[in-house]
């Protein structure tokens, strides 16, 4: 969409404020009028269109406040006056208090109602606020020497109303913190497994090629802090009673007292790990993949939100993930000893230039024995994650969802999509891309599983909402 002006967004949590908003309204030096005729229609055309966003996401609609609209009123004219659009630094004390949760949304410049709230639908931060947990609304559209301003401020007063029911296919696994949510998605499996990964949760690298490893040999991969094993996860592997779990990561990662917490709870163990993330990705891999592999994905090793989609998509392919110095200009000689010993003839990079450079795919072009060079990538990590899914899979009837500004609940999550042959889509907190949408349609999705807890994917995941 072209932006016709600008807007910003606010929302603050608190238990209780006893501030009373006539009082402060004075306080601030803001005046209180009424409305003119065209100005109520257009805060009543705005409400209506804020009541069927909510209402299309499920949601209950929003209670227009007079007290919430003189105060989006008294601040839509004072940026009038200044001539500058910024968040009223007292909107929380000036709405009427009683409120347990509260938000705003400010913009200038949109030719209209339906316009203004459109821009704001349009931004992420914005949208949050219109399909938030909020009962009350106050609304100002004004127009002072030919700009308009307008200004939404949101509050929760009262009962928490239950959240709805999901959709039909749509569960959610999570638990109190990632490695409880890792917990939960290892749950996924019967006891018995060949073998369980275990890594830290404290960063991402040496899991990003654990993922599709644990996938290959069936098994889930499971998270710990680096102080210690947590009572949840040592009771997760006891009910698995893996043959063999490996931890992934050198000393100073996983230290040899968490080793040794580990070695009793089964019949074998051993330690997958390197000097550094590509030695450990390539350790992990070369001992995952015995029989070799025609496939392999590659994936920078600065960040994860490429290889956390590149993850499950080689899991379901019995596929490794290699991590590579996305900025180097070719694939260091270790890494191609071992692309030859696997028999790799096909290779997969995933990500844009901008994240594995064009010189390390002329690199693994010239690579002994591969003949396929292909490369998956958008112009964001969510429009990657949605290429990779996009050419890895022709039909999912299962899909994973997976932040895409965290790493960890995406972690555990990678090798189960890896084994049930499953995309996983890493995706705003609160919303969903259309491309992501049709795809979905495309494969014929009907069961859709949203890995971690309402604060990482939000009702905008659950409901398919378009960002």
């Known amino acids: 969409m072209k932006k016709t002006g600008g807007f910003r967004a606010r929302r603050m949590v608190v238990r209780w404020l006893g501030v009373l908003a006539a009082a402060a309204l004075l306080a601030s030096g803001l005046a209180v009028s009424s409305a003119s005729p ?7 055309t705005i409400l209506s269109l804020v009541n069927q966003a909510r ?30 659009m910024t968040h009223n630094p007292y909107f929380s004390s000036q709405i009427p208090s009683g409120w347990s949760k509260a938000a705003e949304n400010v913009a200038r410049g949109f030719s209209s109602p339906t316009a203004v709230h459109n821009g704001w639908m349009n931004s992420s931060g914005h949208r949050a606020n219109i399909l938030g947990d909020y ?38 696994l999570s638990g109190s913190n990632r490695y409880a949510t890792a917990v939960a998605i290892s749950q996924q499996y019967s006891p018995g497994v060949k073998a369980v990964y275990v890594t830290t949760g404290a960063n991402y690298p040496d899991a990003l090629s654990a993922a599709p490893a644990a996938a290959k040999q069936g098994g889930p991969l499971l998270l710990t802090p680096p102080t210690g094993i947590p009572s949840t996860v040592r009771a997760e592997i006891q009910r698995l009673r893996p043959d063999l779990i490996v931890v992934v990561g050198g000393t100073g990662v996983l230290s040899g007292a968490i080793y040794s917490q580990l070695s009793v709870l089964a019949p074998n163990i051993r330690r997958d790990g390197g000097s550094n ?20 994905f590659f994936a920078t090793g600065a960040n994860f ?26 694939v260091d000689a270790a890494t191609s000893a071992l692309i030859e010993k ?37 112009s964001n990590r969510y429009s990657t994650s949605n290429a990779i899914n996009s050419e890895s899979f022709s039909t999912a009837p299962q899909a994973f969802f997976a932040v895409g500004t965290g790493f960890a609940d ?44 309402s604060a990482a994917l939000g009702n905008g995941v659950v409901y398919l909402s378009r960002c």
């Open 38 to 44: 065209a100005t109520a229609a257009g805060e009543n």
């Open 55 to 84: 209402a299309a996401e499920g949601l209950g609609p929003l209670k227009l406040n007079a007290a919430m609209s003189s105060v989006s009123t008294a601040w839509a004219n004072k940026m009038a006056s200044n001539g500058s």
């Open 135 to 172: 009962t009350d609304i106050g609304i100002a559209f004004v127009t002072s020497g030919g700009t308009t301003w307008a200004v939404e401020n949101f509050g929760k007063y009262g009962a928490s109303v239950p959240a709805p029911a999901p959709p039909e296919g749509v569960e959610r």
């Open 277 to 296: 993330r590509y030695e450990t990705s390539r350790i992990v891999i070369d001992r995952a993949f015995t029989s070799g592999t025609e496939k392999a």
């Open 305 to 330: 939100p490429d290889a956390l989609s590149a993850s499950a998509a080689a899991g379901a392919t019995g596929s490794p993930v290699f991590l590579v110095d996305g900025h180097g200009r070719s």
């Open 342 to 378: 696997l028999g790799v003839t096909s290779a997969v990079i995933a990500g844009g230039t901008g994240v594995v450079s064009a010189q390390m795919e002329l690199s693994l072009r010239a690579q002994p024995g591969v003949d396929s060079v292909v490369r998956y990538a958008g």
């Open 410 to 453: 995406a972690l555990a999550g990678a090798a189960l999509a890896g084994r049930n042959s499953a995309p996983l889509y890493v995706v705003p907190s609160n919303c969903v891309s259309a491309d992501v949408v049709r795809n979905l349609e495309a494969f014929e999705t009907t069961s859709r599983v949203l890995l971690g807890g």
